[in-house]
């Protein structure tokens, strides 16, 4: 059974760059798409970006020029970067495993609360 | 503002059934599978709901789920108060090229 597993600095200031990894334990790592999604405090869910196992990446495009999503084969992880975050970026960060066939977002990482303040 | 519209709340007491509604649009619910994810408090979301109304192994057929044109429902019989959760709907919307989702549903086990 896949295991997703993230990790990733929990406390940023302004204009410091969000850095999360998320390592893939179990199942296959080349069979899916990589995905990002954050939840705002008392809000609902918002999309990133995902990533195949190729490294093409998909983004938001309301966050397209501060997003980069990459990833590791060698070692099965993928990684998340946001530049120039401010508190509007201050979320709880999932990375989930996205299926190609009959599309869902089948697993996913325990959360990451990343919180922005000065 | 979420894409996908999902009223705030549902309740219902012990043993009886509440429907969830999902609305969207052409772009997303009406061309796309949509998906549905159960989040109990302090955790991450869990797959309920895929391709409209399939089931993982491991989930109740209390839950159930359907789509008609660019709206959908998520439909819980016999709850039961570990059922308290908030609920998300999703699909893939071909404009945005991403995953939308809905607002949530709270759901209160009276």
């Known amino acids: 059974q896949v295991q997703l597993q993230q990790w990733g600095a929990g406390l940023l200031k302004p204009s410091e760059t969000l850095s999360l990894t998320c390592a893939v334990y179990?199942?296959?790592?080349?069979?899916?798409?990589w995905s990002w999604i954050r939840q705002s405090p008392g809000e609902g869910l918002e999309w990133i970006g995902e990533i195949d196992h190729r490294g093409s990446p998909k983004y938001n495009p309301s966050l397209k020029n501060r997003v980069s999503i990459s990833v590791d084969t060698s070692l099965n992880h993928f990684s998340l970067r946001l530049t120039s975050v401010t508190a509007a970026d201050t979320a709880v960060y999932y990375c989930?495993?996205?299926?190609?066939?009959?599309?869902?977002?089948?697993?996913w990482g325990q959360g990451t609360l990343v919180t922005v303040s000065a | 503002q979420s894409v996908l519209t999902q009223p705030p709340s549902a309740s219902g007491p012990p043993g009886q059934g509440v429907t969830i509604s999902c609305s969207g649009s052409s772009s997303n619910i009406g061309t796309n599978a949509v998906s549905w994810y159960q989040q109990l408090p302090g955790t991450a979301p869990k797959l309920l709901i895929y391709d409209n109304s399939r089931r993982p192994s491991g989930v109740p057929d209390r839950f159930s789920g359907s789509k008609s044109g660019t709206s959908a429902s998520l439909a819980i019989s016999g709850l039961q108060s570990e059922d308290e959760a908030d609920f998300f709907c999703a699909a893939w919307d071909d404009s945005l090229n991403g995953w939308v989702f809905g607002g949530g549903t709270k759901v209160t086990v009276l």
């Open positions: 989930a495993r996205k299926t190609w066939f009959l599309v869902r977002l089948d697993s």
């Open positions: 179990g199942g296959s790592f080349s069979d899916y798409y």
